[in-house]
């Protein structure tokens, strides 16, 4: 958490929040935060008088499109961002601060303190770490059926973990893999190499529709997860097989069972989505 529902919904709500606003001062509290550059100082000196021309998303990145580079941040597990009067209350765990000249602030707040913050110039982030071994974006234009198959269906790992493996395809979390497994009817452990073209399909849909539902209801709130606006989302309400172990499945009323896969709790419906093994092929006899 969050995933790319949720980091969507954020970059959504700060679109509206911050574009436009310029930058007058930047107050770094935790230095760990700010991995590019590596002086906390100089992160602050070249933000001063730049303004937000944008936000996007690549995977779970959150892009701060700037007049001069990018600014490039992930939430990690409980990192969160904040609009707020310079005259409020600056709340505990607030890493960050973002002033502006109109006496609005942008905080950064994370409990964890796993967030991390890459300043680029121009657009040489999208070739350059954290952003540049990323796999294909599953809400893009660029997601089709081919390139989804192309990707993951010759491997012979287990599905579960070659979806979270953000090298193939970005924004996949432990939620929505368990999500989009049950709903195309393929047990976790099943490996990519034995699906066939209509599983593939059917995972391919699957993972595009999960993930549009998350984003039209404002992602998941499992935890501790708000927009920027401090708002949870509501997809939780809509999950048919995560955290429902030992609840009916809505399909088949069996009981939904729950095991690791890939070092990460899974859940999953026996009957909806058995485990199909691959047949041995007999040496032909002499």
């Known amino acids: 958490m969050p995933e790319l529902p949720e980091v969507e ?26 991995q590019k550059p590596e002086e906390p100082e100089l ?22 499109l700037l007049d001069d580079g990018v600014l490039v941040s992930h939430l990690r597990m409980e990192g969160r961002y904040g609009l707020y009067e310079a005259s409020d209350e600056v709340e505990p765990h607030t890493h960050v601060i973002f002033r502006f000249t109109d006496g609005t602030e942008l905080r950064y707040r994370d409990v964890r303190q796993f967030g991390t913050m890459h300043l680029f110039a121009g657009e040489e982030d999208l070739s350059s770490k954290p952003l540049h071994k990323l796999g294909i974006e599953p809400l893009d234009e660029s997601f089709t059926f081919d390139a989804f198959r192309q990707a993951i269906g010759k491997r012979s790992t287990k599905i579960k973990p070659l979806l979270l493996n953000q090298a193939y395809i970005v924004g996949l979390g432990n939620i929505y893999v368990d999500e989009a497994l049950f709903r195309a009817g393929i047990h976790p452990e099943r490996e990519a190499a034995s699906l066939t073209r209509l599983e593939l399909q059917r995972l391919h849909e699957a993972i595009v529709h999960t993930l549009q539902s998350s984003v039209e209801a404002g992602g998941s709130s499992i935890k501790s997860y708000v927009n920027g606006q401090g708002e949870s989302g509501n997809f939780q309400h809509s999950l048919n097989i995560y955290g429902r172990n030992g609840k009916p499945c809505v399909n088949c009323g069996s009981l939904i069972e729950k095991t690791v896969v890939g070092g990460r709790g899974t859940h999953f419906c026996l009957k909806c989505q058995p485990l199909k093994r691959k047949r041995s092929v007999p040496k032909n006899k002499l």
């Open 9 to 34: 919904t954020v970059r959504r709500t700060l679109s509206r929040l911050v574009v436009g606003k310029t930058i007058q001062e930047v107050e770094v509290r935790l230095k760990r935060i700010i």
């Open 43 to 64: 992160f602050a000196d070249l933000l001063e008088g730049q303004t937000i021309q944008g936000v996007s998303r690549r995977g779970k990145f959150l892009r701060f």
